[in-house]
């Protein structure tokens, strides 16, 4: 069974540019999580989509960041415009909606972003 | 979720037991305890969890007081695979519905 797959697994860009996160969840698991980690700080949630609907987006640090995850499958987090605080790796969780272990959420790899 | 505080970094050598001390003073009655491993450039993973007394998987064993103010992830003889950052997790369970508030987390450095 695939695990949670992220794309790109680094992007570097500069300050003011676009950056698009994608993320396939483990199929079937209708929660996905983002979250990230900045440099030296700690890992950080940022939103929860179950299935299609934002469940909890009270990480999102600002208005810079847009989450979407049309028809329930994989997820896209866009940066716009980009900033040198965004800097950071980002990973993606999924787990089932039930039937699942409680707490276990499954990580991606992450996406290391780097805005210069 | 309840705060929790574990030591920064650890050191062990192959083969001996490590065991990672966790303290959640404000635990809550309802809270589970959780333990995370993140090797570098890789998610955290999800390793162990329990409630009360001791649970045991092939990769760990959890053992919690009867207070549950702490908690002790045991890792059996270590091998230098298990260098990795451990993160104690506390909170309550709600189908896997909930965020996932990480600490700083253990360092764990395995030596030859």
């Known amino acids: 069974e695939a695990g949670v797959t992220q794309f790109p697994s680094h992007s570097v860009i500069e300050k003011g540019q676009t950056v698009t996160l994608r993320c396939d969840p483990i199929s079937g698991h209708d929660n996905l999580y983002w979250y990230r980690r900045v440099m030296g700080k700690e890992i950080k949630f940022l939103l929860h989509f179950v299935k299609e609907s934002k469940q909890d987006e009270s990480g999102m640090p600002n208005n810079r960041f847009l989450a979407e995850r049309t028809g329930g499958t994989y997820s896209t987090l866009k940066v716009q415009p980009a900033e040198l605080e965004d800097s950071g790796v980002y990973f993606c969780?999924?787990?089932?909606?039930?039937?699942?272990?409680?707490?276990?959420?499954?990580f991606g790899p992450g996406t290391r972003l780097t805005v210069l | 979720l309840a705060k929790t505080t574990q030591p920064i970094s650890m050191d062990s050598y192959e083969g001996q037991e490590v065991n990672i001390t966790c303290s959640h003073n404000n635990i809550a009655t309802n809270d589970y305890i959780t333990w995370y491993q993140q090797f570098p450039s890789q998610g955290p993973r999800f390793i162990i969890q329990g409630y009360k007394t001791k649970v045991t998987n092939e990769v760990a064993s959890l053992f919690i007081p009867a207070d549950r103010k702490s908690s002790t992830l045991s890792l059996p003889r270590v091998s230098l695979s298990d260098t990795a950052v451990y993160y104690c997790?506390?909170?309550?369970?709600?189908?896997?519905?909930?965020?996932?508030?990480f600490g700083a987390g253990t360092r764990l450095a395995v030596h030859p």
């Open positions: 969780a999924s787990s089932p909606l039930t039937g699942g272990t409680y707490n276990e959420q499954f």
């Open positions: 997790l506390v909170g309550v369970p709600s189908g896997g519905y909930n965020k996932l508030i």
